[in-house]
């Protein structure tokens, strides 16, 4: 990994504000109100199940949602709390307290912001399909999962955070169903799946609130023996106030216990805020600088713990509401900030009043929609090694945690990657006649004689540790008899690791010793460097690194021929 000298940070805004028109903000600032509407549900939601109070979502909404339109390499990303982080930030919080959760998410805007400053956006976007699909649908099967509690009314307390203990206290409690409660959930939760059958544009989630909520409070006042939990009742009356600014301590200590889940935050929050961009770059046509993209991701998980807030990344439903509600630019995402700001300061009196189970059918709807079991299904007629990636990531989300599921999930994707690269890396062995052309496009056929003595061996792919030690034992099995020239063949070679350069040159020293002469052929200009580098050049006899095969032949049968007259006994 090298820093190229070059900062790749040029925030969207920018440009935009430099051919703004009245037209243009017309747009943003309807879709920038309809977007905070339909965010304003959500960051209460994400925030409640992420084991903070509602206050919070809210704020993380418009603090993170302004930092990341202002900062970001999208024009029409919308950030905020999602779904994702639940499970990661529930169980921060559980271990290492709001303290933890707030140097654990300043950690992770440190990561993203080294991750643009070294140019990984694009790197990050290849993270492999089944590992993302993987742990989305593990986080989604763990958010239903945090939810029955307050949807069935069960009123449990000490809840086990671990999936199966979860499931055996539901389980054991279904005799403590609470019917009203359960009512708000299912009307609550019938609204959500209707309302976009009769208008898209409609914010599912946000009338469900409204209609629910108004229900209930009037039912409440007819029948005070009807009794359902409220936002105000399990937080008290909630604060109108944005929460002033506030440090916290780091040391070495903290760092060392934290840095795991901040790791698993940044490339949480990377993953998909860039695949949140890719998909509004498919419907909006434009591109998303995606270096610029994680550093402004960076600032704004920087900026929202010092708020008390929890971490932020793009939100692709979010997005889309912006994008299809004529969103163009990031001023949009600016406005949805701001709305939710005035909701902040003016209604959240109202908000108190929200139904407990009416949030926890927001989320199962939420939890649906990230499951993406049409996706999965699918992936299970792939190659079994995605299966695998996909079944291992998914299983290790639901049963330990996340950290766990990215770390093993990529090392399982890399070790498969490496496989099927070996498996594709050919080693050919060619004696007497080659074909020069061969393997290429060129139409024109130049055979070489290729003198007795000579062998050539052709590597077709990378030449790192795996084919190193596979091209080491091939070159000791292949030749029944010695040869007096080994020309290896590297033309298709894009590049060498450090293993595949130790092999080599413990293959040079050994074929010295035993009298082999060892030409290199087609070396392009980066392995060229990287071998000089290493001290190959100084180990090689004269002119034995050719830029081209028909010059490495001449040699090679030069050489054969001047050995085979002092050593007439020599066979092929």
Not at 167 to 182: A, E, H, K, Q
Not at 236 to 254: C, Q, R, V, W, Y
Not at 447 to 463: C, M, Q
Not at 537 to 551: A, E, S
Request: glycine content about 10%; overall charge neutral; aromatic content about 8%.
């Amino acid at each position: 990994m090298t820093f190229s000298g070059t900062i790749d940070f040029r925030p969207k805004l920018l440009d935009a504000l430099r051919h703004y028109s009245f037209g243009k903000f017309k747009a943003d600032l309807i879709a920038g109100i309809v977007v905070g509407i339909v965010a304003l549900p959500l960051a209460i939601a994400f925030g409640i199940a992420s084991g903070v109070s509602p206050t919070v979502g809210l704020v993380t909404a418009i603090i993170g949602g302004f930092m990341v339109s202002a900062f970001g390499g999208n024009s029409v990303q919308i950030g905020g709390p999602t779904g994702a982080f639940i499970v990661i930030v529930y169980n921060i919080i559980a271990t290492f307290g709001l303290q933890g959760l707030a140097i654990a998410t300043f950690m992770a805007g440190l990561i993203l912001v080294l991750l643009g400053l070294f140019h990984l956006g694009t790197v990050i976007k290849f993270i492999p399909y089944p590992i993302v699909v993987g742990f989305t649908a593990g986080i989604a099967l763990t958010i239903f999962s945090t939810q029955i509690n307050d949807f069935l009314g069960l009123g449990l307390t000490g809840v086990p955070s671990e999936f199966i203990p979860k499931w055996g206290v539901y389980f054991s409690n279904l005799s403590r169903i609470d019917w009203p409660t359960l009512v708000v959930g299912l009307v609550s939760l019938m609204i959500i799946i209707v309302t976009p059958k009769i208008s898209k544009r409609l914010p599912g989630a946000l009338i469900a609130i409204i209609i629910v909520t108004a229900v209930v409070y009037f039912i409440k006042s007819v029948m005070p023996e009807f009794d359902v939990e409220t936002i105000g009742r399990r937080f008290g009356k909630l604060s109108t106030d944005i929460p002033e600014p506030h440090g916290f301590e780091l040391n070495m200590a903290t760092i060392n216990r934290l840095l795991p889940s901040a790791f698993t935050i940044a490339i949480l929050g990377a993953i998909e805020s860039l695949l949140s961009a890719t998909v509004a770059d498919g419907v909006t046509g434009s591109h998303t600088r995606s270096n610029t993209e994680l550093i402004g991701q960076g600032i704004a998980n920087i900026t929202v713990p010092f708020f008390g807030g929890i971490p932020v990344t793009g939100a692709i439903a979010r997005t889309m509401t912006n994008i299809t509600n004529g969103g163009r630019t990031p001023v949009a995402g600016i406005i949805h900030a701001c709305v939710l700001s005035l909701i902040f300061l003016f209604l959240m009196p109202l908000i108190n009043l929200v139904p407990m189970a009416c949030l926890a059918a927001v989320l199962i709807v939420v939890a649906y929609n990230m499951s993406g079991w049409r996706t999965v299904l699918a992936i299970f007629h792939n190659p079994k090694s995605d299966i695998s990636v996909l079944v291992v990531t998914f299983l290790l989300t639901v049963v330990f945690d996340l950290t766990i599921a990215i770390e093993i999930g990529l090392l399982l994707a890399i070790i498969l990657f490496l496989r099927r690269v070996m498996e594709n890396t050919a080693i050919k062995v060619y004696s007497d006649k080659l074909d020069v052309a061969e393997g290429s496009e060129v139409s024109t056929h130049e055979v070489l004689n290729v003198a007795r003595g000579v062998e050539v061996y052709e590597i077709d792919g990378p030449f790192f540790f795996g084919v190193a030690t596979k091209f080491d034992e091939l070159m000791r099995t292949s030749m029944v008899d010695r040869p007096v020239v080994r020309i290896i063949r590297m033309r298709k070679v894009p590049f060498i690791d450090s293993t595949g350069i130790h092999n080599l040159e413990i293959l040079i020293h050994s074929a010295h010793k035993e009298g082999i002469h060892i030409v290199l052929s087609g070396v392009n200009p980066g392995v060229r460097h990287d071998l000089d580098a290493a001290g190959i050049d100084k180990i090689m006899v004269g002119d034995h690194i050719c830029d081209h095969i028909t010059k490495a032949v001449e040699v090679a049968n030069k050489i054969a021929e001047n050995e085979q007259k002092w050593t007439p006994n020599v066979k092929k």
